[in-house]
């Protein structure tokens, strides 16, 4: 049971990884991890046994995976991933349900029935607790809009976590201990940010009254397009840190592989009665490197001079909003370009459109050279084991033949 977690959490990094839609900017890889690192905190400081402290961590990285499949009933999802999981390590039928009732017990209306139950759910709601819960908050409000359509305005949003934050009761008493004193703190937050909104109210609508004739012509269109702009760049910088994410994982894996070769296979080579592994060796190293190549070029950035001139900006042929056009200028030229760009409306959105545009092209690289590392890693394993397979063989029939 003590490797079934190392193992549990290897295969759920690399299934939520390969199969979650990115649209789940709160329900992922991210969330799932930050639930087993309370998980482990909350279990340090309990009287657990062993096999209830391991039965709880496999339930803290499988609870969300049924996401993969569905949003509403993803935990019973979840309990088939895990439970099949589980079945092809051999562990016990009892310990498996085990691990399903506590994934079950994630369910907001739920009501946990032991105390690993209601450990899982502890963890699981540790983010209202948090420095960042207003951070994680917005998250979730981004997901509700990609994944369900549900957009709610900023009072609504802050009328929903005031009412989940009090009515939420933490269910072990180390957990209340440990968190309850800075979720009432993120509780006061909130009704402050109330009030301020409620305050404002009136000033608002005044001003919209007076200037609705102006707003009507000019400001909704300019509205809607920064709303565009705003939501398109957001998207693609996820994705870029998807594709950041899925590189360094193929890069840190090819990196163990030579390590674990260098280290192992290599010295073996020496001995001429293994010289039959040679050519299956080589074949699996270059695999192996060619694949950290792709992975360092899909994350490999690119610099540009970082200057321009005053011609470049009354012509309009600069994009002020990439670092990499005015990390080499001056803190004064850069503020008179900016101001020139804000007063220009074409100008503006003419470098949000450029910016967007490179940024596509940036992730279609990416995108593509993570493509052909992956068929590589793929087809590399492949070809290595069947070479090693040969190798093996010829050996055999080599030694049988001198006998």
């Avoid at 996401?67 to 390590?89: M, Q, Y």
């Avoid at 079950?104 to 948090?130: C, F, Q, V």
């Avoid at 690119?302 to 001139?309: A, D, I, L, S």
Wanted: aromatic residues 10%.
């Amino acid at each position: 049971m003590e490797n079934i977690i190392n193992e549990a959490e290897a295969f759920v990094t690399r299934y939520l990884n390969e199969n979650l839609d990115s649209n789940f900017v709160y329900h992922n890889l991210a969330h799932t991890q930050r639930v087993v690192a309370k998980t482990k905190e909350l279990t340090e400081e309990d009287d657990l046994n062993d096999i209830e402290k391991q039965l709880l961590l496999i339930a803290a990285w499988f609870h969300d995976t049924g996401f993969t499949k569905t949003i509403n009933g993803h935990e019973e999802e979840s309990v088939k991933i895990a439970s099949s999981f589980l079945r092809d390590h051999n562990i016990d039928e009892e310990h498996i349900n085990t691990v399903g009732k506590i994934i079950l017990a994630t369910k907001m209306e739920n009501k946990p029935k032991s105390k690993l139950e209601g450990l899982i759910r502890d963890a699981d709601s540790a983010h209202i607790s948090s420095k960042k819960y207003e951070n994680y908050a917005s998250l979730l409000r981004k997901e509700w809009e990609l994944t369900l359509g549900k957009k709610v305005t900023k009072s609504e949003w802050i009328q929903e976590n005031v009412d989940f934050l009090t009515n939420h009761t933490f269910h072990s008493e180390i957990a209340m201990k440990k968190w309850q004193s800075r979720k009432g703190k993120n509780l006061a937050n909130l009704l402050q940010s109330q009030n301020k909104i409620k305050l404002s109210t009136e000033k608002l609508k005044q001003k919209k009254a007076e200037l609705k004739f102006k707003k009507e012509k000019l400001d909704l269109p300019d509205r809607g397009i920064e709303t565009m702009f705003r939501v398109a760049l957001r998207n693609h910088i996820t994705l870029s840190d998807i594709a950041d994410t899925k590189a360094n994982i193929l890069l840190s894996v090819n990196a163990i592989i030579i390590s674990v070769a260098l280290s192992n296979l290599l010295p073996k080579l020496d001995n001429p009665s293994n010289y039959y592994l040679i050519y299956p060796t080589l074949i699996f190293l270059a695999f192996t490197v060619i694949c950290i190549v792709l992975s360092v070029m899909a994350t490999r950035p690119n610099v540009t001079k970082g200057e321009f001139t005053k011609e470049d900006v009354a012509n309009k042929k600069v994009n002020l909003l990439f670092f990499g056009n005015f990390h080499q200028m001056p803190l004064g030229e850069f503020e008179w370009a900016m101001k020139e760009m804000m007063q220009d409306k074409n100008y503006l959105y003419g470098s949000l459109t450029k910016d967007l545009y490179f940024l596509g092209l940036v992730l279609n690289r990416k995108y593509n050279l993570l493509r052909i590392t992956y068929s590589v890693f793929m087809v590399g394993i492949v070809i290595s084991v069947i070479a090693f397979g040969v190798a093996f063989a010829i050996a055999e029939q080599s030694t049988q033949a001198l006998i």
